[in-house]
């Protein structure tokens, strides 16, 4: 049986009332998921006051965020070098503006650009439906309601952040349209959920020269009519609107999936 997720957030305060004690974000993970364990990209959710001392995206993590490849380019022994767009740290968003509901929230030099209750309460574009959240509660319930059921997973990044050179392993397809949630780059910890029509996102299986692995959440866009010309011709030497175009997703952020039981292996 099935319950919304106003109920389970009910049952789940009401287990707490006769303890007197103050349950934390990670008491309410375990008891939607008690055999999943909190993936390492909303562990910052976990921190007190919701509070960093540094931004949560560093240099040396920047070329997880900046590669973009095409749909075709996923397959077993593909050689892959994390960073083709030199430009990325300079953008506010690999999208020039909101249109057809491409849109992507991967914000890295934002901070001089705009505020964090600027982005938040942003329109959204049509087709995409957006949410901050800063507490592992918030993301939860946002996620539960999205769906209408707790069957879901996040899947993440595993990237090694001293390794930009892979090889393509294996290709997971894990749904369309997931709802992604990014760790804005601000130094207090908020999430930005949303989700955008028309997207495919896969886990791809890496193997760098020195035989360590990595899982590389992959978003690809199959609508790009509204992503940044300057970056697509750098990164790829195509126009938006022309062809479908990836990218990897970093060790901070995940997507929120149907669980299904079986996860099959593909080759695009």
């Known amino acids: 049986m099935e319950f919304s997720h106003i109920t389970v957030l009910a049952l789940f305060c009401l287990?707490?009332?006769?303890?007197?004690v103050i349950p934390s974000g990670e008491d309410y993970w375990k008891y939607v998921?008690?055999?999943?364990?909190?993936?390492?990209?909303?562990?910052?959710?976990?921190?007190?006051?919701?509070k960093t001392n540094s931004l949560p995206i560093r240099v040396e993590e920047l070329n997880q965020y900046s590669t973009?490849?095409?749909?075709?380019?996923?397959?077993?022994g593909k050689k892959i070098v994390l960073g083709n767009t030199q430009s990325v740290a300079k953008m506010v968003r690999p999208?020039?503006?909101?249109?057809?509901g491409v849109t992507d929230s991967i914000w890295l030099e934002n901070k001089e650009r705009q505020s964090l209750d600027d982005f938040c309460n942003s329109p959204t574009a049509k087709g995409e439906h957006k949410h901050c959240v800063s507490s592992l509660e918030s993301m939860i319930d946002?996620?539960?309601s999205h769906f209408r059921t707790s069957k879901i997973k996040a899947i993440s990044s595993t990237f090694?952040?001293?390794?930009?050179?892979?090889?393509?392993?294996?290709?997971?397809?894990?749904?369309?349209?997931?709802?992604?949630?990014?760790?804005?780059n601000f130094e207090k910890v908020v999430f930005n959920c949303h989700q955008v029509r028309e997207t495919t996102a896969y886990v791809v299986s890496l193997a760098a020269?020195?035989?360590s692995k990595a899982k590389a959440l992959t978003v690809c866009h199959h609508d790009t009519r509204g992503m940044n010309p300057e970056l697509l011709y750098e990164a790829l030497k195509v126009s938006p609107g022309t062809v479908s175009v990836c990218h990897f997703i970093?060790?901070?952020?995940?997507?929120?999936v149907p669980n299904y039981s079986v996860d099959r292996p593909c080759v695009i």
């Open 15 to 20: 287990a707490f009332v006769s303890t007197g």
């Open 33 to 50: 998921w008690p055999n999943t364990p909190l993936p390492e990209a909303f562990s910052d959710l976990l921190l007190p006051y919701g």
């Open 68 to 76: 973009l490849f095409f749909p075709h380019d996923l397959y077993p």
């Open 95 to 100: 999208f020039t503006e909101p249109r057809q």
């Open 142 to 144: 946002h996620v539960i």
């Open 160 to 184: 090694d952040k001293n390794e930009d050179q892979y090889v393509v392993e294996e290709v997971k397809k894990v749904g369309d349209n997931a709802v992604m949630c990014h760790r804005l």
């Open 209 to 211: 020269p020195d035989g």
């Open 250 to 256: 970093g060790n901070k952020a995940a997507a929120w």
